[in-house]
Nanobody, 115 residues
Framework: QVQLVESGGGLVQPGGSLRLSCAAS????????MNWYRQAPGNQRELVAV???????DYADSVKGRFTISRDNAKNTVYLQMNSLKPEDTAVYYC?????????WGKGTLVTVSS
């Protein structure tokens, strides 16, 4: 079955960096678009970054120039490098894929940006 497992969250000071990872299994990873979403307390889940099968990417305006999404098809893993973190980046970050006509989500990893 499709599984997505995030890791790499934690507490970081403003201006710091974190790299999130999402290990995927149960589908042919290289042939699917992969996404990172986030959800802050009291807010709706929002799309943060997208990486397509050919490697092209898109980002939410709020993270452009600070976050980088990448993928390693040999490891079935998608990454989110987050630099220059701000308190408003605090959220649970989720990995997402639309596979076999269904959305699949990981359990999420918490990122807290605070001094």
């Amino acid at each position: 079955q499709v599984q997505l497992v995030e890791s790499g969250g934690g507490l970081v000071q403003p201006g710091g960096s974190l790299r999130l990872s999402c290990a995927a299994s149960g589908f042919t990873f290289s042939t699917y678009v992969m996404n990172w979403y986030r959800q802050a307390p009291g807010n709706q889940r929002e799309l943060v970054a997208v990486i397509r099968t050919g490697g092209s990417t898109d980002y939410a305006d709020s993270v452009k120039g600070r976050f980088t999404i990448s993928r390693d098809n040999a490891k079935n893993t998608v990454y989110l490098q987050m630099n220059s973190l701000k308190p408003e980046d605090t959220a649970v970050y989720y990995c997402n894929a639309f596979v076999y006509d269904m959305h699949y989500w990981g359990k999420g990893t918490l990122v807290t940006v605070s001094s």
